[in-house]
């Protein structure tokens, strides 16, 4: 496996260097691999072709692309231990690099089917609009579970739906079922990177430990907890988007002790939606990434 995915990045590499400037291939070198779910997902349900293996190069441009804007807005300084680009060179870097990743994703969309192309272009719709939800979230502390939920859905878990459907598309496979496979573990894989921002180090993120609800990021255990008490509703009212010390990140962690235990549990709603449908797809080893994605700590 790890032979094909360093195929994928060199494909990317290529890709980024077609363009022949050297400051760009410059800053792209400075970006870190993470674990390449996507390209993994795509692999285990379409065998590795070239057509298959752009596919999981043109995924990874957009998820790269996505995750610098991100860097940018939310002001972040660290990606997976290392510096951020746009704490390397600069939001406009950054920005115009990501720009480059994502309109370079789409000239390559061109030579893949048509039914592919739509599929991955409309999950890019989807994760912008859920990006702007996100802002929009992070101007006050957003309480509602609904509309978290639709933010995660969009932002976070159509890329990966539009992965599965993709792979399926190109396999000749039940390409909708397949979507609902990767929808359900899109969403249940963002609730549980929205727990590890919480239990988790800096030196196991890559970046510091509760750091989105500094940022205005109300993730569920937040909500959960929220709704428990008028109390805890003020204790979190008085500490929303303010940079916590040590010792008030420990305390507020011990608090919320039982709300993530309810979002682990959501999390595993969604999982086993998953589980289930890859069972009756008969691909194992769409339920073995599920089982993954749910025991990682990082």
């Not at 939310?74 to 950054?94: C, G, Q, T, V, Y």
């Amino acid at each position: 496996m790890q032979q094909i995915l360093d195929q994928i990045n060199k494909i990317s590499k290529n890709l980024v260097q077609s363009h022949d400037v050297p400051y760009i291939e410059s800053m792209f070198e400075k970006i870190s691999t993470g674990k390449m779910l996507r390209s993994k997902l795509i692999l285990s349900i379409a065998s590795p072709s070239e057509e298959v293996l752009k596919l999981c190069a043109i995924i990874e441009l957009i998820q790269s692309a996505s995750l610098l804007h991100d860097d940018v807005i939310d002001e972040s300084k660290l990606r997976r231990n290392a510096p951020s680009i746009n704490a390397l060179f600069d939001n406009k870097a950054s920005i115009m690099l990501g720009d480059v990743l994502y309109s370079s994703a789409f000239y390559e969309l061109t030579f893949l089917s048509l039914e592919v192309a739509k599929s991955v272009s409309r999950s890019v719709t989807a994760l912008s609009a859920g990006e702007i939800l996100d802002v929009e979230l992070g101007k006050s502390l957003n309480s509602n579970l609904e509309t978290y939920l639709k933010m995660i859905e969009l932002k976070s878990a159509s890329l990966i739906a539009a992965s599965s459907e993709s792979a399926a598309l190109l396999a000749g496979l039940d390409h909708k079922a397949y979507y609902e496979y990767g929808l359900n573990l899109g969403i249940a894989f963002q609730i549980i990177d929205d727990i590890l921002d919480i239990t988790q180090d800096e030196a196991t993120l890559g970046k510091p430990s509760m750091n989105d609800f500094a940022q205005g990021k109300t993730t569920l255990p937040y909500i959960y907890f929220y709704h428990e008490s008028k109390e805890n509703a003020k204790l979190l009212e008085s500490l929303f988007g303010k940079k916590l010390d040590g010792l008030q990140k420990e305390a507020l962690k011990n608090s919320l002790e039982e709300s993530l235990l309810k979002a682990k549990k959501l999390a595993l709603e969604y999982a086993k939606k998953a589980s289930d449908l890859a069972l009756k797809l008969g691909n194992q080893k769409l339920d073995s990434i599920v089982k993954a994605m749910i025991e990682r700590d990082f």
